[in-house]
C-alpha cells in the first residue's frame, strides 16, 4: 500500500494548456520532478516539449501524444546509460515551448537615424512598425535565451529583438540612397532588406520573423514645417499669391481685434485698388499698361565629364569659348538638368557651339 501511495506522487500525464497570450516558455512543476516511467506526454499544435536533464537538453517533442520510455528518450536514455527498459521513476526537468506566432510587436528608432540625402543633405530620419515574432528551433531557443526560466514571456526577448532591428534599420536606410521624400513608395523593399540583414541573428537565438513591417518614415518636426511652406508656396503659385493666401487665411481666423484690423485694411486695400482702375468719378475706366517685358532666360548650367570625373557646372556663354578654344570637342560629354543621362555635346543644344569650328583633321595618309 505504502509502494503504491508513492508510486501516486509520480507524474504520469504531463500536458499544458496555455490561457495566456505572452507566454513563450512554461516549466512542467512538480515535486522532485519524478516521472513515471510510461507516463504519458501530451503536445499540442503550436507547442513543443523540450526534457533536460541534470542541466543538460535531452529530447525536444512536437504534436503528438507520447508514452515515454526508453524509445521515446533516445538522448535521455544515452545520457542515463540505459541500455535496457527501465521500472523506476525518472528525474527531468519539461518546458513548453509556444511555436505559434507572437503578432503585433513594435518596433520604433529611439533616437534618429543621421544620413545624407539626395535632396537635402545630411538628414535626420525616424521610422516605426511592427513585426511578428516565432520560435523555429524550441532546443537553441532553450540554450541561448530562456535557461532555467520557469515561464518566460515575449516583454523578456522583445527588448533584445528591437535592438537588433534598430541597429539593421539604421544601417539600409542610411545606406540605401533613396530620397527621404521617396521612401514611403519603397517602405516594402526596404523591409525586406532590413528582415534580410535581421534573419541571421535572430536564428542564433532559435526564432525567425514570419512578418516585419515599416509603417512611417517621418521627418524631423522642423524640417516638416518648412516643407510644409514650401508646398504652401507651390500651390500659391507666385509671391504675391502667397501673400494673398496668408491674408485670406488670417481672415478665416473667428474673431480678435487684429483679424478686424487686418480684414479692414485689407478691404481698402481693395478699394483702392478698385478706384484706380474705375481713373476720375464719371470718366471711363483708364487703359492698363502694357506687362513688362519678361526676363531673359537664365544661361543654362551644364557639367562636363572627362576621364572619370566631373567638372562644372559652367555657364553656356563660357563653353562657347571653351569650345573655340579647343578645350572642348564635339564628342565630349556634358549634362545639364533636365536631360536624360550623359550625351556628346553634338548631340544637345551646345551643338550650335560647333558650327564655326572646323572638325578634327583626318589621319596622316587619308
Known amino acids: ?35 513515471k516511467y510510461g507516463a504519458k506526454l501530451t503536445v499540442r499544435e503550436g507547442q513543443s516539449a523540450v526534457f533536460i536533464h541534470e542541466g543538460q537538453l535531452a529530447d525536444v517533442f512536437g504534436p503528438g501524444l507520447y508514452m515515454l520510455e526508453t524509445n521515446n528518450l533516445p538522448i535521455l536514455t544515452t545520457l542515463q ?72 514571456t515575449s516583454d523578456e526577448i522583445s527588448n533584445q529583438i528591437r535592438n537588433v532591428i534598430l541597429q539593421e534599420a539604421s544601417r539600409v536606410l542610411a545606406s540605401s540612397g533613396i530620397p527621404a521624400l521617396d521612401m514611403a513608395a519603397n517602405t516594402q523593399d526596404l523591409g525586406k532588406l532590413i528582415l534580410d540583414r535581421i534573419a541571421p541573428q535572430i536564428a542564433d537565438y532559435g526564432l525567425t520573423l ?66 484706380q482702375q474705375a481713373g476720375p468719378w464719371g470718366a471711363a475706366p483708364a487703359h492698363a499698361a502694357p506687362p513688362p517685358p519678361p526676363p531673359p532666360a537664365a544661361d543654362p548650367a551644364w557639367h562636363i565629364a572627362e576621364n572619370g570625373a566631373t567638372k562644372g557646372p559652367f555657364p553656356q556663354s563660357q563653353l562657347a569659348a571653351m569650345a573655340t578654344a579647343g578645350q572642348i570637342t564635339r564628342s565630349t560629354m556634358v549634362w545639364t538638368a533636365g536631360q536624360d543621362g550623359w550625351k556628346p555635346a553634338a548631340e544637345t543644344a551646345l551643338a550650335a557651339l560647333f558650327r564655326d569650328v572646323p572638325p578634327p583633321p583626318p589621319p596622316p595618309g587619308a
Open 81 to 152: 546509460h540505459w541500455d535496457h527498459g527501465f521500472q523506476s521513476p525518472f528525474k527531468s526537468e519539461v518546458y513548453f515551448v509556444n511555436t505559434t506566432r507572437f503578432n503585433d510587436l513594435k518596433w520604433g528608432t529611439k533616437n534618429p537615424i543621421m544620413l545624407r540625402d539626395p535632396e537635402f543633405g545630411p538628414l535626420r530620419l525616424r521610422a516605426f512598425g511592427t513585426y511578428s515574432m516565432r520560435v523555429s528551433d524550441p532546443g537553441k531557443f532553450m540554450l541561448e535565451i530562456v535557461g532555467t526560466d520557469g515561464e518566460f
Open 1 to 35: 500500500m505504502v509502494f503504491d501511495f508513492l508510486k501516486g506522487e509520480f507524474i504520469d500525464v504531463i500536458s499544458w494548456l496555455d490561457d495566456t497570450r505572452d507566454t513563450m516558455v512554461w516549466r512542467f512543476d512538480r515535486h522532485g520532478q519524478a516521472i
Open 210 to 275: 514570419p512578418e516585419f513591417y515599416i509603417e512611417n518614415i517621418s521627418l524631423p518636426e522642423e524640417v516638416e514645417k518648412v516643407l510644409d511652406k514650401r508646398t504652401s508656396t507651390g500651390i500659391a503659385g507666385d509671391l504675391s499669391k502667397y501673400t494673398q493666401f496668408n491674408a485670406a487665411e488670417a481672415l478665416s481666423q473667428p474673431g480678435g481685434a487684429a483679424g478686424s484690423a487686418m480684414a479692414t485694411g485689407l478691404g481698402a486695400a481693395i478699394g483702392m485698388g478698385m478706384a
